[in-house]
C-alpha cells in the first residue's frame, strides 16, 4: 500500500456521517413556531412526515402559518407551550427551536431516555444530528455541512455548487430511477449475483451515456434500451439503436455564434488599419 | 402571498431529510466485512466513532483489513459471524453489509424494536436513512443523494461539483470557525439577542469577505477583526484595517495576460488588412 494512503486513512476523522433519513408517514414533533420552526418544517415536510408543531398561537413566524393553513394534509398545530413528556408520545423525531434554552436542555434529555433523535436549535452540543444547507432538484438532493463553523458559509458555497449543475439533473434522475425498475421487473431478485450484474450495467449505462441523453427517453424507448442492451449480453446501446435523437442544434448555435467575438476583434484590427493606411493625408 | 409559493409549499415532498449526524466517540456496530463494509467503515471513522466489524476473517475485503490494522484505536474486528441480539449491546447505530437478506432482515427487526438506527444495504426498504457520494474538504462535508434512484449518478455529480470548487473552502471554514469562538469568548451565552448579533455579524462578514480573505487571518489578524469591527459597532472592517494583504498579483496577470489572445486576433485582422492594402500589384 502506498505511504499516502496509509496516512489518509490514519488521518481520516473529525466530521459527521452525512446521511438521508427516511421519515415518510412518520411522526415528527417541532417544539417551537418562529422562523427557525418555520424552517425545519419545511425540511421535514420534504421527507414526507406527519409533522405536529407545538407554539402558542402568538409565536407563530408568519411562513410557519402559511405551512400550517396550506400543508394540513401533514401539519398539524396545537396552539400551546410544551407541557410534559407525554407530548413526546408517538414521536420518531424531535426538533426544538426555542429561545428558552433549559427548556430545550430538559426536552432533549426526555428524547435521549426514549431514544428518539433530537435537534436543538442553537445548541449543537445537545444535538444527534445538524441540518445543512440544501439544494434540490426532484430526487437529487445534496446538502453542504460545515461541522457547526457557519451557517452563512454553507449557503455561500451553495451558491457555488447550483453554478455547476444544469437544472436538469434531477429529471436525468427520474428516468434513471425508471430505467432500473424496468430492469428489476425483466431481472427481479434482491442482491446476489443478478443484483450485482444489474448495477454493473446500469453503472455502464451511466458512464457511457451523457446525463442530458437520459432525459430523453420514454416507456417505449426504456423499452429498447432493455432490448439492446441489457438482453444482448449485458452491453450499452448507443442512443440511436434505441430510435432517440438528440435535439438538433443549428449550425448557426454551434459554429457561428462562439465565433462571433473572435470575428468581431478580427474585423476591428483590420478596419484600423485600413483606415491608418488609406487615410493618410496626401502631400 | 404569490401563487407560485403557494404552489411551491403544496408539492413539497418525495425526498428524504439530509442530516448530519453526531457519533464522535459512539459505539457503532457494522456486520459484514466486504467491499461495502469497507466503505461503511470509513464514513464512521469520518465521524469519530468506535466501530465492531463483525465478520469471519474469511469474509474480510482487503480494504476492510487496512481499516482494522491501520485505525486499531477505533475498529475492532470480531472474526466471527453474528450470533444474536447480544451483539447489539450499547450499538447506537447498526450497518449491515451482507448477502444473507435474511439475517440483515433479522437484524433489522432487532435493532428497530431497541430502537438502535439501522441501515441495511442493498435493503433500501429496511433502512432508517440512506447513504450518499460524499465531498470531504476539512469540516465541509457534502453529501448528494439521488434518493435511491441510481448511486452512480450521485457520483458523476460529485465530480461535476467538484470542479466549481477551488479546495480551499474547507481552510476558509475553518478559519471561520476560528474567528467564531474568539468571538464566542468576548461574548459568551447561548441563544438570546446576543445570540442573534453575533449570528448577524458572522453573516455581514461572511457576505461580505471572500472566501479566501478567511484563509489569509491568524490569530493576531482575527483579534483585530474583533477589535475593528465587533467592537466599532458591529460592523465589518476592510482587510487593511485588519493588517492583512491580499497576496499581490502582478499588473501583468491581471491586464496584460487576459487581454493577450484578444490582442493577438486584432493584431493578425491588421495584419490580414495591411498585406491586402499594400501587396496589391501595381499596374
Redesign the interface.
Known sequence: ?AHD??MR??S????????????KDKKVLIVGGGEVASQRV????????FITVLSPESGLHPRTK??IN??SD?VTHHARPFSGQEELDGAEMVLTAL?D?DLSRSIVEMCRA????V?AA??PDL??????A?I?D?????????????P??AS??RT??Q???SGR?GE???K??QL?NKLKERAPG???QL?KERMKW??AM??EWA?EDFILLDEGSMDKVLDEGWEKNKRVPSLNEVGVRRPQTSWITTFILPALP?AT??????????LL??HHPRP
Not at 444535538?127 to 445543512?132: A, Q, T
Not at 455541512?145 to 457557519?150: A, D, E, K, V
Open positions: 500500500m494512503e496509509e486513512i490514519k481520516i476523522g473529525g466530521g459527521s456521517l452525512l446521511i438521508a433519513w427516511q421519515l419545511e425540511s421535514i415536510l420534504t421527507a414526507d412526515a402559511r405551512f396550506l400543508r401533514r429561545d434554552n426514549r431514544r428518539i433523535p435537534n442553537d445548541i444535538c444527534d444530528f445538524y441540518f445543512g440544501q434540490r426532484g430526487p437529487l438532493q445534496i446538502v453542504i455541512s460545515t461541522n457547526g463553523n457557519g452563512r458559509m455561500l458555497i457555488k455548487l453554478k455547476g449543475l439533473e436525468a434522475i427520474t434513471i430511477g432500473r434482491v442482491g446476489g443484483g446500469m453503472t451511466c458512464n446525463i473572435t476583434v478580427f474585423v476591428a484590427g483590420a478596419l484600423a488599419a485600413t493606411l488609406t
